[in-house]
């Protein structure tokens, strides 16, 4: 039987992912399954957790948390012996439904004691991994917004009141991306680069992705008037952006961006800073544990 280490974001949720322990304990106690738990204590602590986790040997290492805690998880294990796994914990939990863990724990524990295993790619950029989607351009600094603190705003009415002040704000910004054929001149409001289909806690940004094909899911979203942006934004919440006129997509399994100033990239819960971002794709680089085996 596999041995399982829980890496507890307490704060996670406002507190959700820490609800879920003493059921887990339970259920792993009861199925004699070898688990221990860990609480982390601020930014990049998980990181830590995660390594010294897999270094001892633990056969997978759990995120209970969102996509922040999943992210940091990841860069701690990856390209060791350990396996990512991911219970519902927090506010976004794209990665935990991505991989088709269910929001009920019970069930979500018999998944992860069933153990099924699947390699999907590990994508790069800014010397950092990541499993799912990340953005640059608009959605980036609405999230760089949010992670500030936009008082007395909390939860989904922050990110809207950020979405309404970006809106209102935001410069165009003209960038190069070089998907492998050279680079090109393009004016976007944001680009979208990703393994799962997921970002931003639930919004539909790269419909067709799939994990485990070596390529990147690329789209672009160019730049429009703020009232076109505002009647069309909540589409990528169902996928449907994809048929607008000012939206590309692509598939590669190289993309250079250059954006001349340091912008930010939102990365899992994560602000990354660069003008540079070379993205890597490693097929096939992370094994995760999927769920849904008791449907
Ligand atoms: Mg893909």
């Not at 059921?23 to 010294?52: C, L």
């Not at 994560?270 to 890597?280: A, K, P, Q, V, Y």
Request: aromatic residues 8%; charged residues 25%.
């Amino acid at each position: 039987m596999k041995s399982y280490k829980f890496i507890v974001n307490p704060k996670a949720g406002g507190g959700r992912a820490i609800k879920l322990v003493p059921r887990i304990k339970e259920i792993f106690t009861q199925a004699k399954a070898e688990h221990d738990f860990e609480y982390t204590s601020g930014p990049g602590d998980a990181i830590e957790r995660a390594a010294r986790a897999s270094e001892k040997g633990f056969d997978i290492v759990v995120a209970v948390g969102g996509d922040g805690t999943v992210n940091e998880v990841l860069n701690g294990i990856a390209h060791t012996d350990s396996v990512l796994a991911a219970l519902r914990g927090g506010k976004g939990n794209d990665f935990a439904i991505a991989v088709n863990m269910p929001s009920d724990i019970e069930t979500a524990c018999q998944d992860l004691l069933k153990a099924k295993i699947k390699r999907i790619d590990l994508g790069k950029v800014l010397d950092r991994h990541f499993i799912n989607s990340v953005g640059v351009g608009f959605d980036a600094t609405v999230a760089l917004r949010v992670n500030k603190g936009v008082r007395p705003f909390k939860g989904v009415s922050a990110y809207i009141y950020a979405f309404f002040l970006t809106l209102f704000s935001y410069k165009q910004v003209e960038m190069e991306i070089d998907l492998g054929n050279g680079p090109e001149e393009i004016n976007p409001l944001l680009v979208a680069v990703g393994i799962g289909s997921n970002y931003g806690g639930g919004m539909k940004i790269l419909p067709g992705a799939i994990q485990d094909d070596g390529l990147f899911d690329i789209c672009i979203l160019d730049w429009m008037d703020k009232a076109s942006l505002a009647y069309n934004f909540p589409k990528v919440f169902n996928g449907s952006h994809v048929k607008m006129k000012q939206v590309t997509m692509n598939r590669s399994e190289k993309v250079i961006l250059k954006t001349g100033a340091q912008l930010p990239l939102h990365m899992e819960g994560e602000i990354l800073f660069g003008d540079e971002m070379n993205f890597t794709i490693e097929p096939g680089g992370m094994p995760v544990l999927i769920g849904g085996s008791n449907k």
